[in-house]
């Protein structure tokens, strides 16, 4: 049974495995100094269409605190939206690993970052007893499933080079806002004034990884080190970069992604179609967000459907995966339907 509490739910997909299996053949150098992550790092620079530099860590948490202290002195801050996956959802790793840099969340609609929330963060106290601004870090796709446009981003940017900050973007969804917005991956990045990107791998239906790529090269100086001090360097690293090329080839990424934001418009039509329940957020990726009578919660529950409810700005979130079949959402709006119908 597919379920919708995540995108991380999904297994491997084809490319990525194929790729995987075939990393497998005899020996080759170890730590990344092997052919298939060095071909991964240049398939990405051909993808980004920059000479960037790039490094794999197992995990989201892992990228997203690493980078941002890279950027960061202890006494620096970053500020975020309130929503965002480093405030809620990675007990503390970016404070832990910049040795206590602050999070300085702030609100904003549609779970977005505005220049002018940045503004008022910066400009809020200047004295020594409050944590220095340094970093700005954006969600692409938020968390709550919309996407940044290339003018928000450089709106963003463009305030923080005016306060002599850095952008981090955490891109756990990359992916989903790539196909989403139907436009170049540089052209929601670095073109747009991003600094850093964490492009997730995992939800796009890589086994495990996720690649760090700096776009400005100079902020990259010794990250290998803290690759390697906080556990993240991989010894056999082709087997967390070759299931990247897998994707990357023939833009298989792209397909996949693109294939699970359309489960999650399927999804969103159906609950207005056939319950009236609209949706919370704008569905412009692979995430739904529907504020569930408690009777229909309890009631697919009971039926074995799986869904988070804490992490869903208030609502019940429902992730589509790059394997999310058509007829699991129908199954799944069926049985809204029903518990509806039965309550009417």
Known sequence: MQHFASDNYAGICPEALAALVAANDGHVRSYGDDEWTLRVADRLRELFETDCDVYFVFNGT????LVLA????????????????????????????SNGATLLAVGGEQGKLTPEAIVEVVTRRSDIHYPKPKVVTVTQATEVGT?????????????????????????????????????SPAEVS?????????????????????????????????????????????????FLSAPWLGILEND?????????????????????????????????????????????EAGLRARGWLFYNFIAAGGARFMCAWDTAPETVDRLLADIRALAAESA
């Open 62 to 65: 892992a990228a997203n605190s």
């Open 147 to 183: 996407v940044y446009r290339p003018d928000e981003l450089q709106a963003i940017a463009d305030t923080a080079r005016a306060h002599g900050l850095r952008v981090h973007m955490d891109g756990a969804r990359f992916a989903n806002a790539v196909a989403g917005l139907g436009l």
């Open 252 to 296: 298989a990424w792209l397909r996949h992604a693109a294939h699970a934001n359309a489960m999650a418009r399927r999804l969103v039509a159906g609950l207005a179609e056939g319950t009236g329940l609209p949706a919370l957020f704008p569905v412009q990726a692979n995430g739904v967000f529907v504020r569930l009578p408690g009777y229909i």
């Open 70 to 97: 890279a950027l960061c002195q202890p006494y620096h801050s970053v500020i975020c939206h309130r929503l965002a996956h480093v405030d809620t959802d990675e007990c503390g790793a970016p404070q832990f690993f």
């Open 190 to 238: 670095w073109r747009a004034g991003i600094d850093v990107l964490c492009f997730g791998g995992t939800k796009m239906g890589l086994p495990v990884g996720e690649a760090v790529v700096f776009f400005d090269r100079k902020l990259s100086d010794d990250f290998s080190y803290r690759c390697k001090q906080a556990g993240q360097l991989a010894s056999k690293m082709r």
